[in-house]
């Protein structure tokens, strides 16, 4: 997108109407109560979280079962948090009307991106720079 273009938009206030916006906005709230209901549900079922667990004098192979549990309750929590920052993020969008534009480069983001991945905020070029510099 020419440098003008992206100027204007972002002169014009250019926004999807709310009868567009009302549906992702549900969809996006009701997400975040799913993804705080998921965490809630890993916290409970992390074998750490067993005050129990402690006083179990338990064999050699428990133990590891334990380990092995936690390593994967903490590994799917810390994604589910990262999912909620990031819903949280375009609902934030949404309610300052810039849902749709690239919080970074201000450019619009692709509405097949926002429909296959509507709690997005960047565009794919500007996702793919961050990609390439988390690499180096």
């Not at 993804?35 to 005050?51: M, Q």
């Not at 993020?89 to 983001?109: D, F, H, P, Q």
């Amino acid at each position: 997108m020419a440098k003008a273009t992206k100027q204007s938009i972002l002169k014009t206030g250019f926004s999807y109407p709310v009868s567009l916006l009302r549906p992702i906005n549900d969809f996006l709230r009701f997400q975040l109560k799913r993804l705080e209901r998921n965490k809630k549900h890993l916290t409970e079922e992390d074998p750490f979280s067993n005050i129990d667990r402690l006083s179990d004098n338990a064999a050699p192979d428990a133990d590891a079962e334990e380990q092995f549990g936690h390593a994967r309750a903490t590994a799917l929590r810390r994604q589910i948090e990262r999912n909620i920052i990031q819903t949280r993020r375009a609902l934030a969008r949404v309610k300052i009307g810039k849902y749709g534009i690239c919080e970074k480069c201000g450019n619009m983001i692709d509405t097949d991106r926002l429909i296959i991945f509507p709690e997005t905020t960047v565009c794919v070029k500007c996702k793919k720079k961050k990609e390439i510099k988390r690499r180096k």
